[in-house]
């Protein structure tokens, strides 16, 4: 029998509305709203996420047992009113058609009456409906209409006080498919939802909000238990030493490849470094034959976003991109400052950890993060709360006032901190690196840059939307750019351009990208931009903006087509980016006495960087893990390892850039 789509007690209900609150770390930044009778529901989710935010409605026609006959999705439109479908789904005798018609053809699948008919995309209430769904399976599990399945788990139920009465709570994971990292929700004792599992932006019913730190609470020790027994699971033991024989090396130091070399691993350190035919292999090592093969240093993204999920998937298709040290630039702290710690006492297969503390402005385009500044004393003792949990940077975001930058920027600076973000609205470039940047984020500034008053006329707009715009026509080789270009060589300020975010209509994903006519010109540009920079000598680091790496690939392959070296690209991963991080005493290099970060290749990336898509080995502080392991660990079979250039941004499924 399909679900009732009301499935609460009682389905010939008067009109009926809940609310739930959108919370954006204690903030109001939305709500939920559902709107019932005994035929219809409608249920809208409209909140602001920095510049975007999610703005969609969903109606459904119900039959006269409750069973969803009919639905459509629809975006909810800036004044308020709800805009044409989107898309629909209709139930017929024998077949479900999914789509909109417009004058194109829907897509009919055969009704399979033990399955879950929902809309393909939906909101935490519809989310809630699945649950209670599968939930009432014998076996917790279902087909879902459209595609694929789900099955459902819970794994907390407790009771906790709210006011003066007591709330039952249970915990419930969906599965979908065959994936590895479920979503999580909180029911009450009817199966309603209480609210959404930890992500930046939580849906919770009013009277539960108090309950959230408990709900967090459970959560993360939950999800953090089954992390560390997915680590244990994927790494391969090496009860003595780790030997890597007669690979070709990669001297990072030098950007030569040295052929028949042999590395030589003892717990976290490598301990020799020579010809293979003249290393000794000690006695009960476990030997790696990487004879045809590239060795090279663990490569560093430089720019990431930790999430809940990081640590038992994400984290897993970071290191099966060869990615050994991670550098994120905003996260929840509970979560970053666990997943670090966790990771280097062994506990986490993850790449190591490098945190920067995210700072910004009290205004309703904040970004997503408890901390908001707004006078010098708040921002010292922020920066000051971030230097003594172990932070190494300082990101400043879209509206920070401009008159904290210096302070923030002399306080980073006196703990030995680096300072790098997006140029805070009324800033320009030049304006922020005079005032202390010692890196800036997203090459898209380098075209609102010019623009300012874009940004505000004729509405609010992000950078990322007037840059699409700025791009496709401007002069990279105008006096201004020049201008600007040298200004960044002089002052050797840091470029995280996330190339690969722009260029090939990446864009999209935080609704700035262009239309197809002029995509083609946008990417010219910033690969234009991309070899400017590099001729001038500004320094560039590597990053995606994306929690599992997966475009890392292709973000080098956007260097390789601008005619950079491929050494100096592959120094661009590993060497250049421990040395801006002031870490290349113990990383970016294989040499004797240096953390053991190794890769190895079943390819030649000097003399084509997609041959970095064959890496076998990754060794991440000794840990020894073979890449079919760490993809078989995140479900192989619904991801790749990576996405280059030629192939699509998302193939793995993660299209979660989260910056801009």
């Known amino acids: 029998m399909l679900l009732p789509i009301l499935a609460l007690a009682g389905l010939l209900l008067p009109a009926d509305t809940s609310r739930w609150i959108v919370s954006n770390h204690g903030r109001e930044a939305g709500d939920l709203v559902v709107v019932r009778t005994a035929d219809s529901a409608v249920v809208r989710w409209v909140f602001t996420d920095r510049n975007r935010g999610t703005r969609v409605e969903l109606r459904y026609r119900l039959n006269a047992k409750g069973e969803p ?3 459509e999705q629809r975006p909810v439109l800036a004044d308020g009113t709800a805009g044409a479908p989107t898309d629909a789904f209709e139930v017929g005798a024998d077949s479900i058609w999914y789509g909109v018609s417009n004058g194109l ?14 809309a393909r995309a939906g909101t935490p209430w519809e989310q809630a409906t699945l649950a209670r769904f599968l939930l009432a399976q014998p076996n917790r599990a279902a087909p879902v209409m459209g595609g694929g399945s789900a099955r459902a788990e819970i794994v907390a139920d407790t009771t906790l006080r709210v006011g003066g009465h007591r709330q039952r709570a249970r915990l419930v994971m969906i599965y979908r498919n065959a994936s590895p990292a479920p979503n999580g929700l909180w029911l009450d004792e009817h199966g309603a939802l209480l609210a959404s599992d930890v992500q930046w932006f939580i849906t919770v019913r009013p ?26 699971q994927v790494v391969t033991p090496v009860p003595g030493a780790l030997v890597i024989k007669n690979g070709d090396l990669f001297d990072s130091e030098r950007g030569v490849l040295v052929p028949a070399q042999t590395v030589v691993i003892r717990g976290d350190r490598i301990v020799a470094v020579g010809p293979a035919a003249t290393t000794p292999v000690p006695d009960g090592a476990t030997v790696v034959d990487a004879t045809g093969k590239t060795m090279m240093p663990g490569m560093w993204e430089m720019h990431t976003h930790l999430q809940v999920a990081n640590q038992s998937s994400l984290s897993l298709m970071q290191l099966a991109q060869g990615l050994t040290t991670a550098r994120d630039l905003a996260a929840d702290m509970d979560v970053a400052v666990s997943q670090r710690d966790r990771e280097r006492a062994g506990k986490l297969a993850s790449p190591r950890i490098i945190l920067a503390g995210f700072m910004e402005g009290p205004l309703a385009w904040a970004g997503p993060t408890e901390v908001l500044v707004s006078t010098e004393a708040e921002a010292r003792a922020w920066v000051a709360r971030y230097d003594s949990l172990g932070y190494k940077q300082i990101k400043l975001y879209n509206v920070t006032h401009p008159d904290l930058v210096p302070v923030i920027a002399a306080e980073a600076h006196r703990r030995g901190m680096r300072l790098s973000g997006h140029i805070p609205r009324g800033m320009s470039m030049e304006a922020a690196v005079a005032l202390g940047y010692d890196e800036v984020q997203h090459a898209a500034f380098f075209f609102s840059n010019f623009f300012q008053d874009s940004l505000y006329v004729p509405q609010m707009r992000a950078y990322s939307q007037v840059a699409s715009v700025v791009a496709p026509t401007f002069d990279v080789n105008s006096p201004a750019m020049t201008s600007l270009i040298a200004y960044l060589a002089a002052h050797k300020t840091v470029i995280d351009g996330t190339f690969n975010l722009w260029i090939g209509g990446g864009a999209a994903l935080v609704g700035a990208g262009g239309a197809a006519a002029t995509q083609e010109r946008a990417d010219s ?25 997966v475009t890392y690939r292709r973000e080098l392959e956007m ?8 050494a100096k690209i592959l120094q661009i991963a590993t060497l250049d980016a421990a040395r801006v991080m002031k870490e290349d005493a113990d990383y970016g290099s294989i040499a004797v006495g240096k953390v053991a970060d190794v890769l190895v290749i079943a390819g030649k990336p000097l003399e084509k960087i997609s041959d970095l898509q064959k890496l076998e080995v990754v060794i991440r502080g000794g840990r020894y893990y073979k890449v079919t392991d760490l993809l ?11 996405s280059g250039a030629e192939g699509g941004l998302f193939d793995d499924g993660c299209s979660a850039h989260l910056d801009p």
């Not at 053809?105 to 929902?118: F, H, I, W």
């Not at 540009?525 to 790496?549: K, Q, W």
């Not at 260097?559 to 491929?566: D, H």
């Open 632 to 642: 078989q660990a995140v479900n192989a079979r619904q991801g790749v390892r990576s």
């Open 69 to 71: 006959e009919r639905g």
């Open 525 to 549: 540009a910033y690969m234009l931009l991309i070899r400017r920079l590099y001729a001038a000598g500004v320094p560039l680091v590597a990053g995606t903006d994306n929690s599992a790496g």
């Open 559 to 566: 260097y390789e087509r601008a005619n950079i070296p491929r």
């Open 105 to 118: 053809p829907r897509t009919a699948v055969k009704r399979n009456p033990a399955a879950y008919v929902g």
């Open 207 to 232: 009277d539960a909000q108090r309950l959230l730190p408990a709900f967090r609470t459970i959560e993360l020790a939950w999800r953090a238990a089954g992390a560390e027994r997915v680590a244990r």
